[in-house]
């Protein structure tokens, strides 16, 4: 039987109960209120989905499939240089068996010179010599062992061209599957070339249509706003879940008490997980959280953006290669994961007490909505979704429901 995802992220975190029935029913209630938490969200990426523009959706998709074929290009190239590899270890495998071919059809010649050139008399004339029987025993023995070694480098040398002729058979099907791998990617890249096109044609009538209502000042006022109450609605609703966890706890205490439920004397009351994932409180890592992802800063936060000094960068960007991994920078749960204008294919995390980390501008998200992950996991990779001309990651740290400095969060060496 599989567990639904609610149930099976908060299962990670839980901790290790006594087995009773009062502690099952705990269980239950806290896997259903979990459930009606990644309910609640969803909701709110579905009206988000609902509010965008035809060419917003659009652009979504296009990004959607453009960095798809990326990822697919990617993995065909890491095929193609596995190929490679292998194709060059058994060419020098295939060098190794012919010095060996070479090595032992020269000593197989010379044996067989020496043979037909003593042949069979001297062999014959001891065994009717008589006069001298030791002699003629280790004689006999001398060239039994010139017999098997001869017998021995045949076989031997049998073995290296069967060797030889499976290490070519290996070489044929390594580069038919390495052409395979070449017309793939020359397929791939084709398409990548024609998705790449489509989406300079949408940005182009984005920004056509931007600058029909008021210029690029305004679109990125606008994109801004339009971030800013995505959080402010998802920092909503995790208030009210926070709350709603908090009346749930007091209400089961005091239902304890009532009940004066036994435990033994001195003993802690029993800890319940607030579904977060969290080892520890975030604030707590102030100054020694990793970035997440290696990369040239960009942009600094509070820095003029798009060239604009009325417009702040509220969190910094990052330059990276394209595809390059994206980490949590702490423990925390995906409670956004959807494309946004502005932000493109962008990934919150909540890590409890009013904390929030975004990562936009991805290529790919690899997580989704509800799911718990770890300090260090990867949860997506680089790419300039949005609408952006470079590979870059926008990443942003949100405390109370206020932007806040990442330098001031994550170590000076990153």
């Known amino acids: 039987m599989r567990l639904p995802l609610a149930a099976l992220c908060l299962l990670l975190v839980l901790p290790v109960y006594a087995v009773e029935p009062a502690d099952k029913a705990q269980t239950q209630r806290e896997l259903k209120a979990a459930e009606d938490d990644i309910r609640a969200l969803q909701k709110l990426l579905d009206k988000i989905r609902t509010e965008k523009s035809g060419l917003e959706k659009s652009l979504q998709k296009t990004e959607g499939q453009m960095g798809e074929l990326e990822q697919q290009v990617e993995d065909i190239q ?30 197989i010649s010379i044996q067989a010179r020496a043979a037909f050139q ?23 023995a001398y060239y039994d062992y010139l017999n098997n070694a001869r017998l021995e480098q045949l076989t031997l040398f049998n073995t290296t061209l069967t060797q030889l002729s499976n290490v070519e058979a290996d070489i044929a099907k390594q580069q038919l599957q390495l052409e395979g791998q070449r017309g793939n990617l020359d397929l791939q890249l084709a ?43 998802i920092e909503a609703e995790l208030a009210r879940q ?29 800890a319940v997980s607030t579904g977060n994932g969290i080892d520890g409180p ?70 409890g007490g009013g904390y929030l980390s975004l990562y936009g501008y991805n290529q790919n998200l690899l997580k989704t909505p509800g799911q718990l992950v770890r300090a260090g996991e990867t949860i997506a990779t680089v790419g300039n979704s949005g609408g952006q001309t470079q590979p870059a990651l926008y990443f942003s740290i949100r405390q109370q429901g206020k932007p806040s400095d990442p330098g001031q969060w994550c170590r000076t060496q990153g």
């Open 242 to 270: 926070a709350k709603a966890r908090a009346e749930r706890l007091e209400r089961e205490r005091q239902a304890a008490l009532a009940a004066s439920t036994p435990r033994a004397a001195g003993s802690a009351p029993l």
């Open 118 to 140: 003593s042949g069979r008399q001297e062999y014959l004339r001891l065994l009717l010599n008589q006069q001298q029987p030791e002699t003629l025993s280790r004689t006999l």
């Open 282 to 351: 975030f604030a707590k890592a102030r100054g020694r959280l990793p970035w997440p992802v290696n990369g040239k800063l960009l942009a600094r936060y509070g820095s003029p953006r798009s060239g604009d000094a009325r417009l702040k960068w509220d969190g910094v960007l990052l330059g990276a290669a394209a595809g390059s991994e994206v980490h949590a920078i702490h423990d925390g749960r995906v409670v956004f994961a959807e494309w946004l204008r502005g932000a493109g294919l962008l990934l919150i995390l909540d890590h």
């Open 78 to 107: 890491q095929q193609m240089q596995d190929s490679e590899r292998e194709l060059d270890s058994l060419n020098e495998e295939k060098k190794k068996l012919l010095d060996a071919k070479s090595a032992q059809h020269q000593q």
């Open 191 to 233: 398409k990548l070339e024609e998705v790449r096109s489509e989406r300079k044609i949408l940005i182009a009538k984005l920004n056509q249509n931007l600058r029909q209502q008021g210029g690029k000042l305004s679109s990125k006022q606008a994109e801004q706003k339009r971030l800013n109450q995505v959080l402010v609605s």
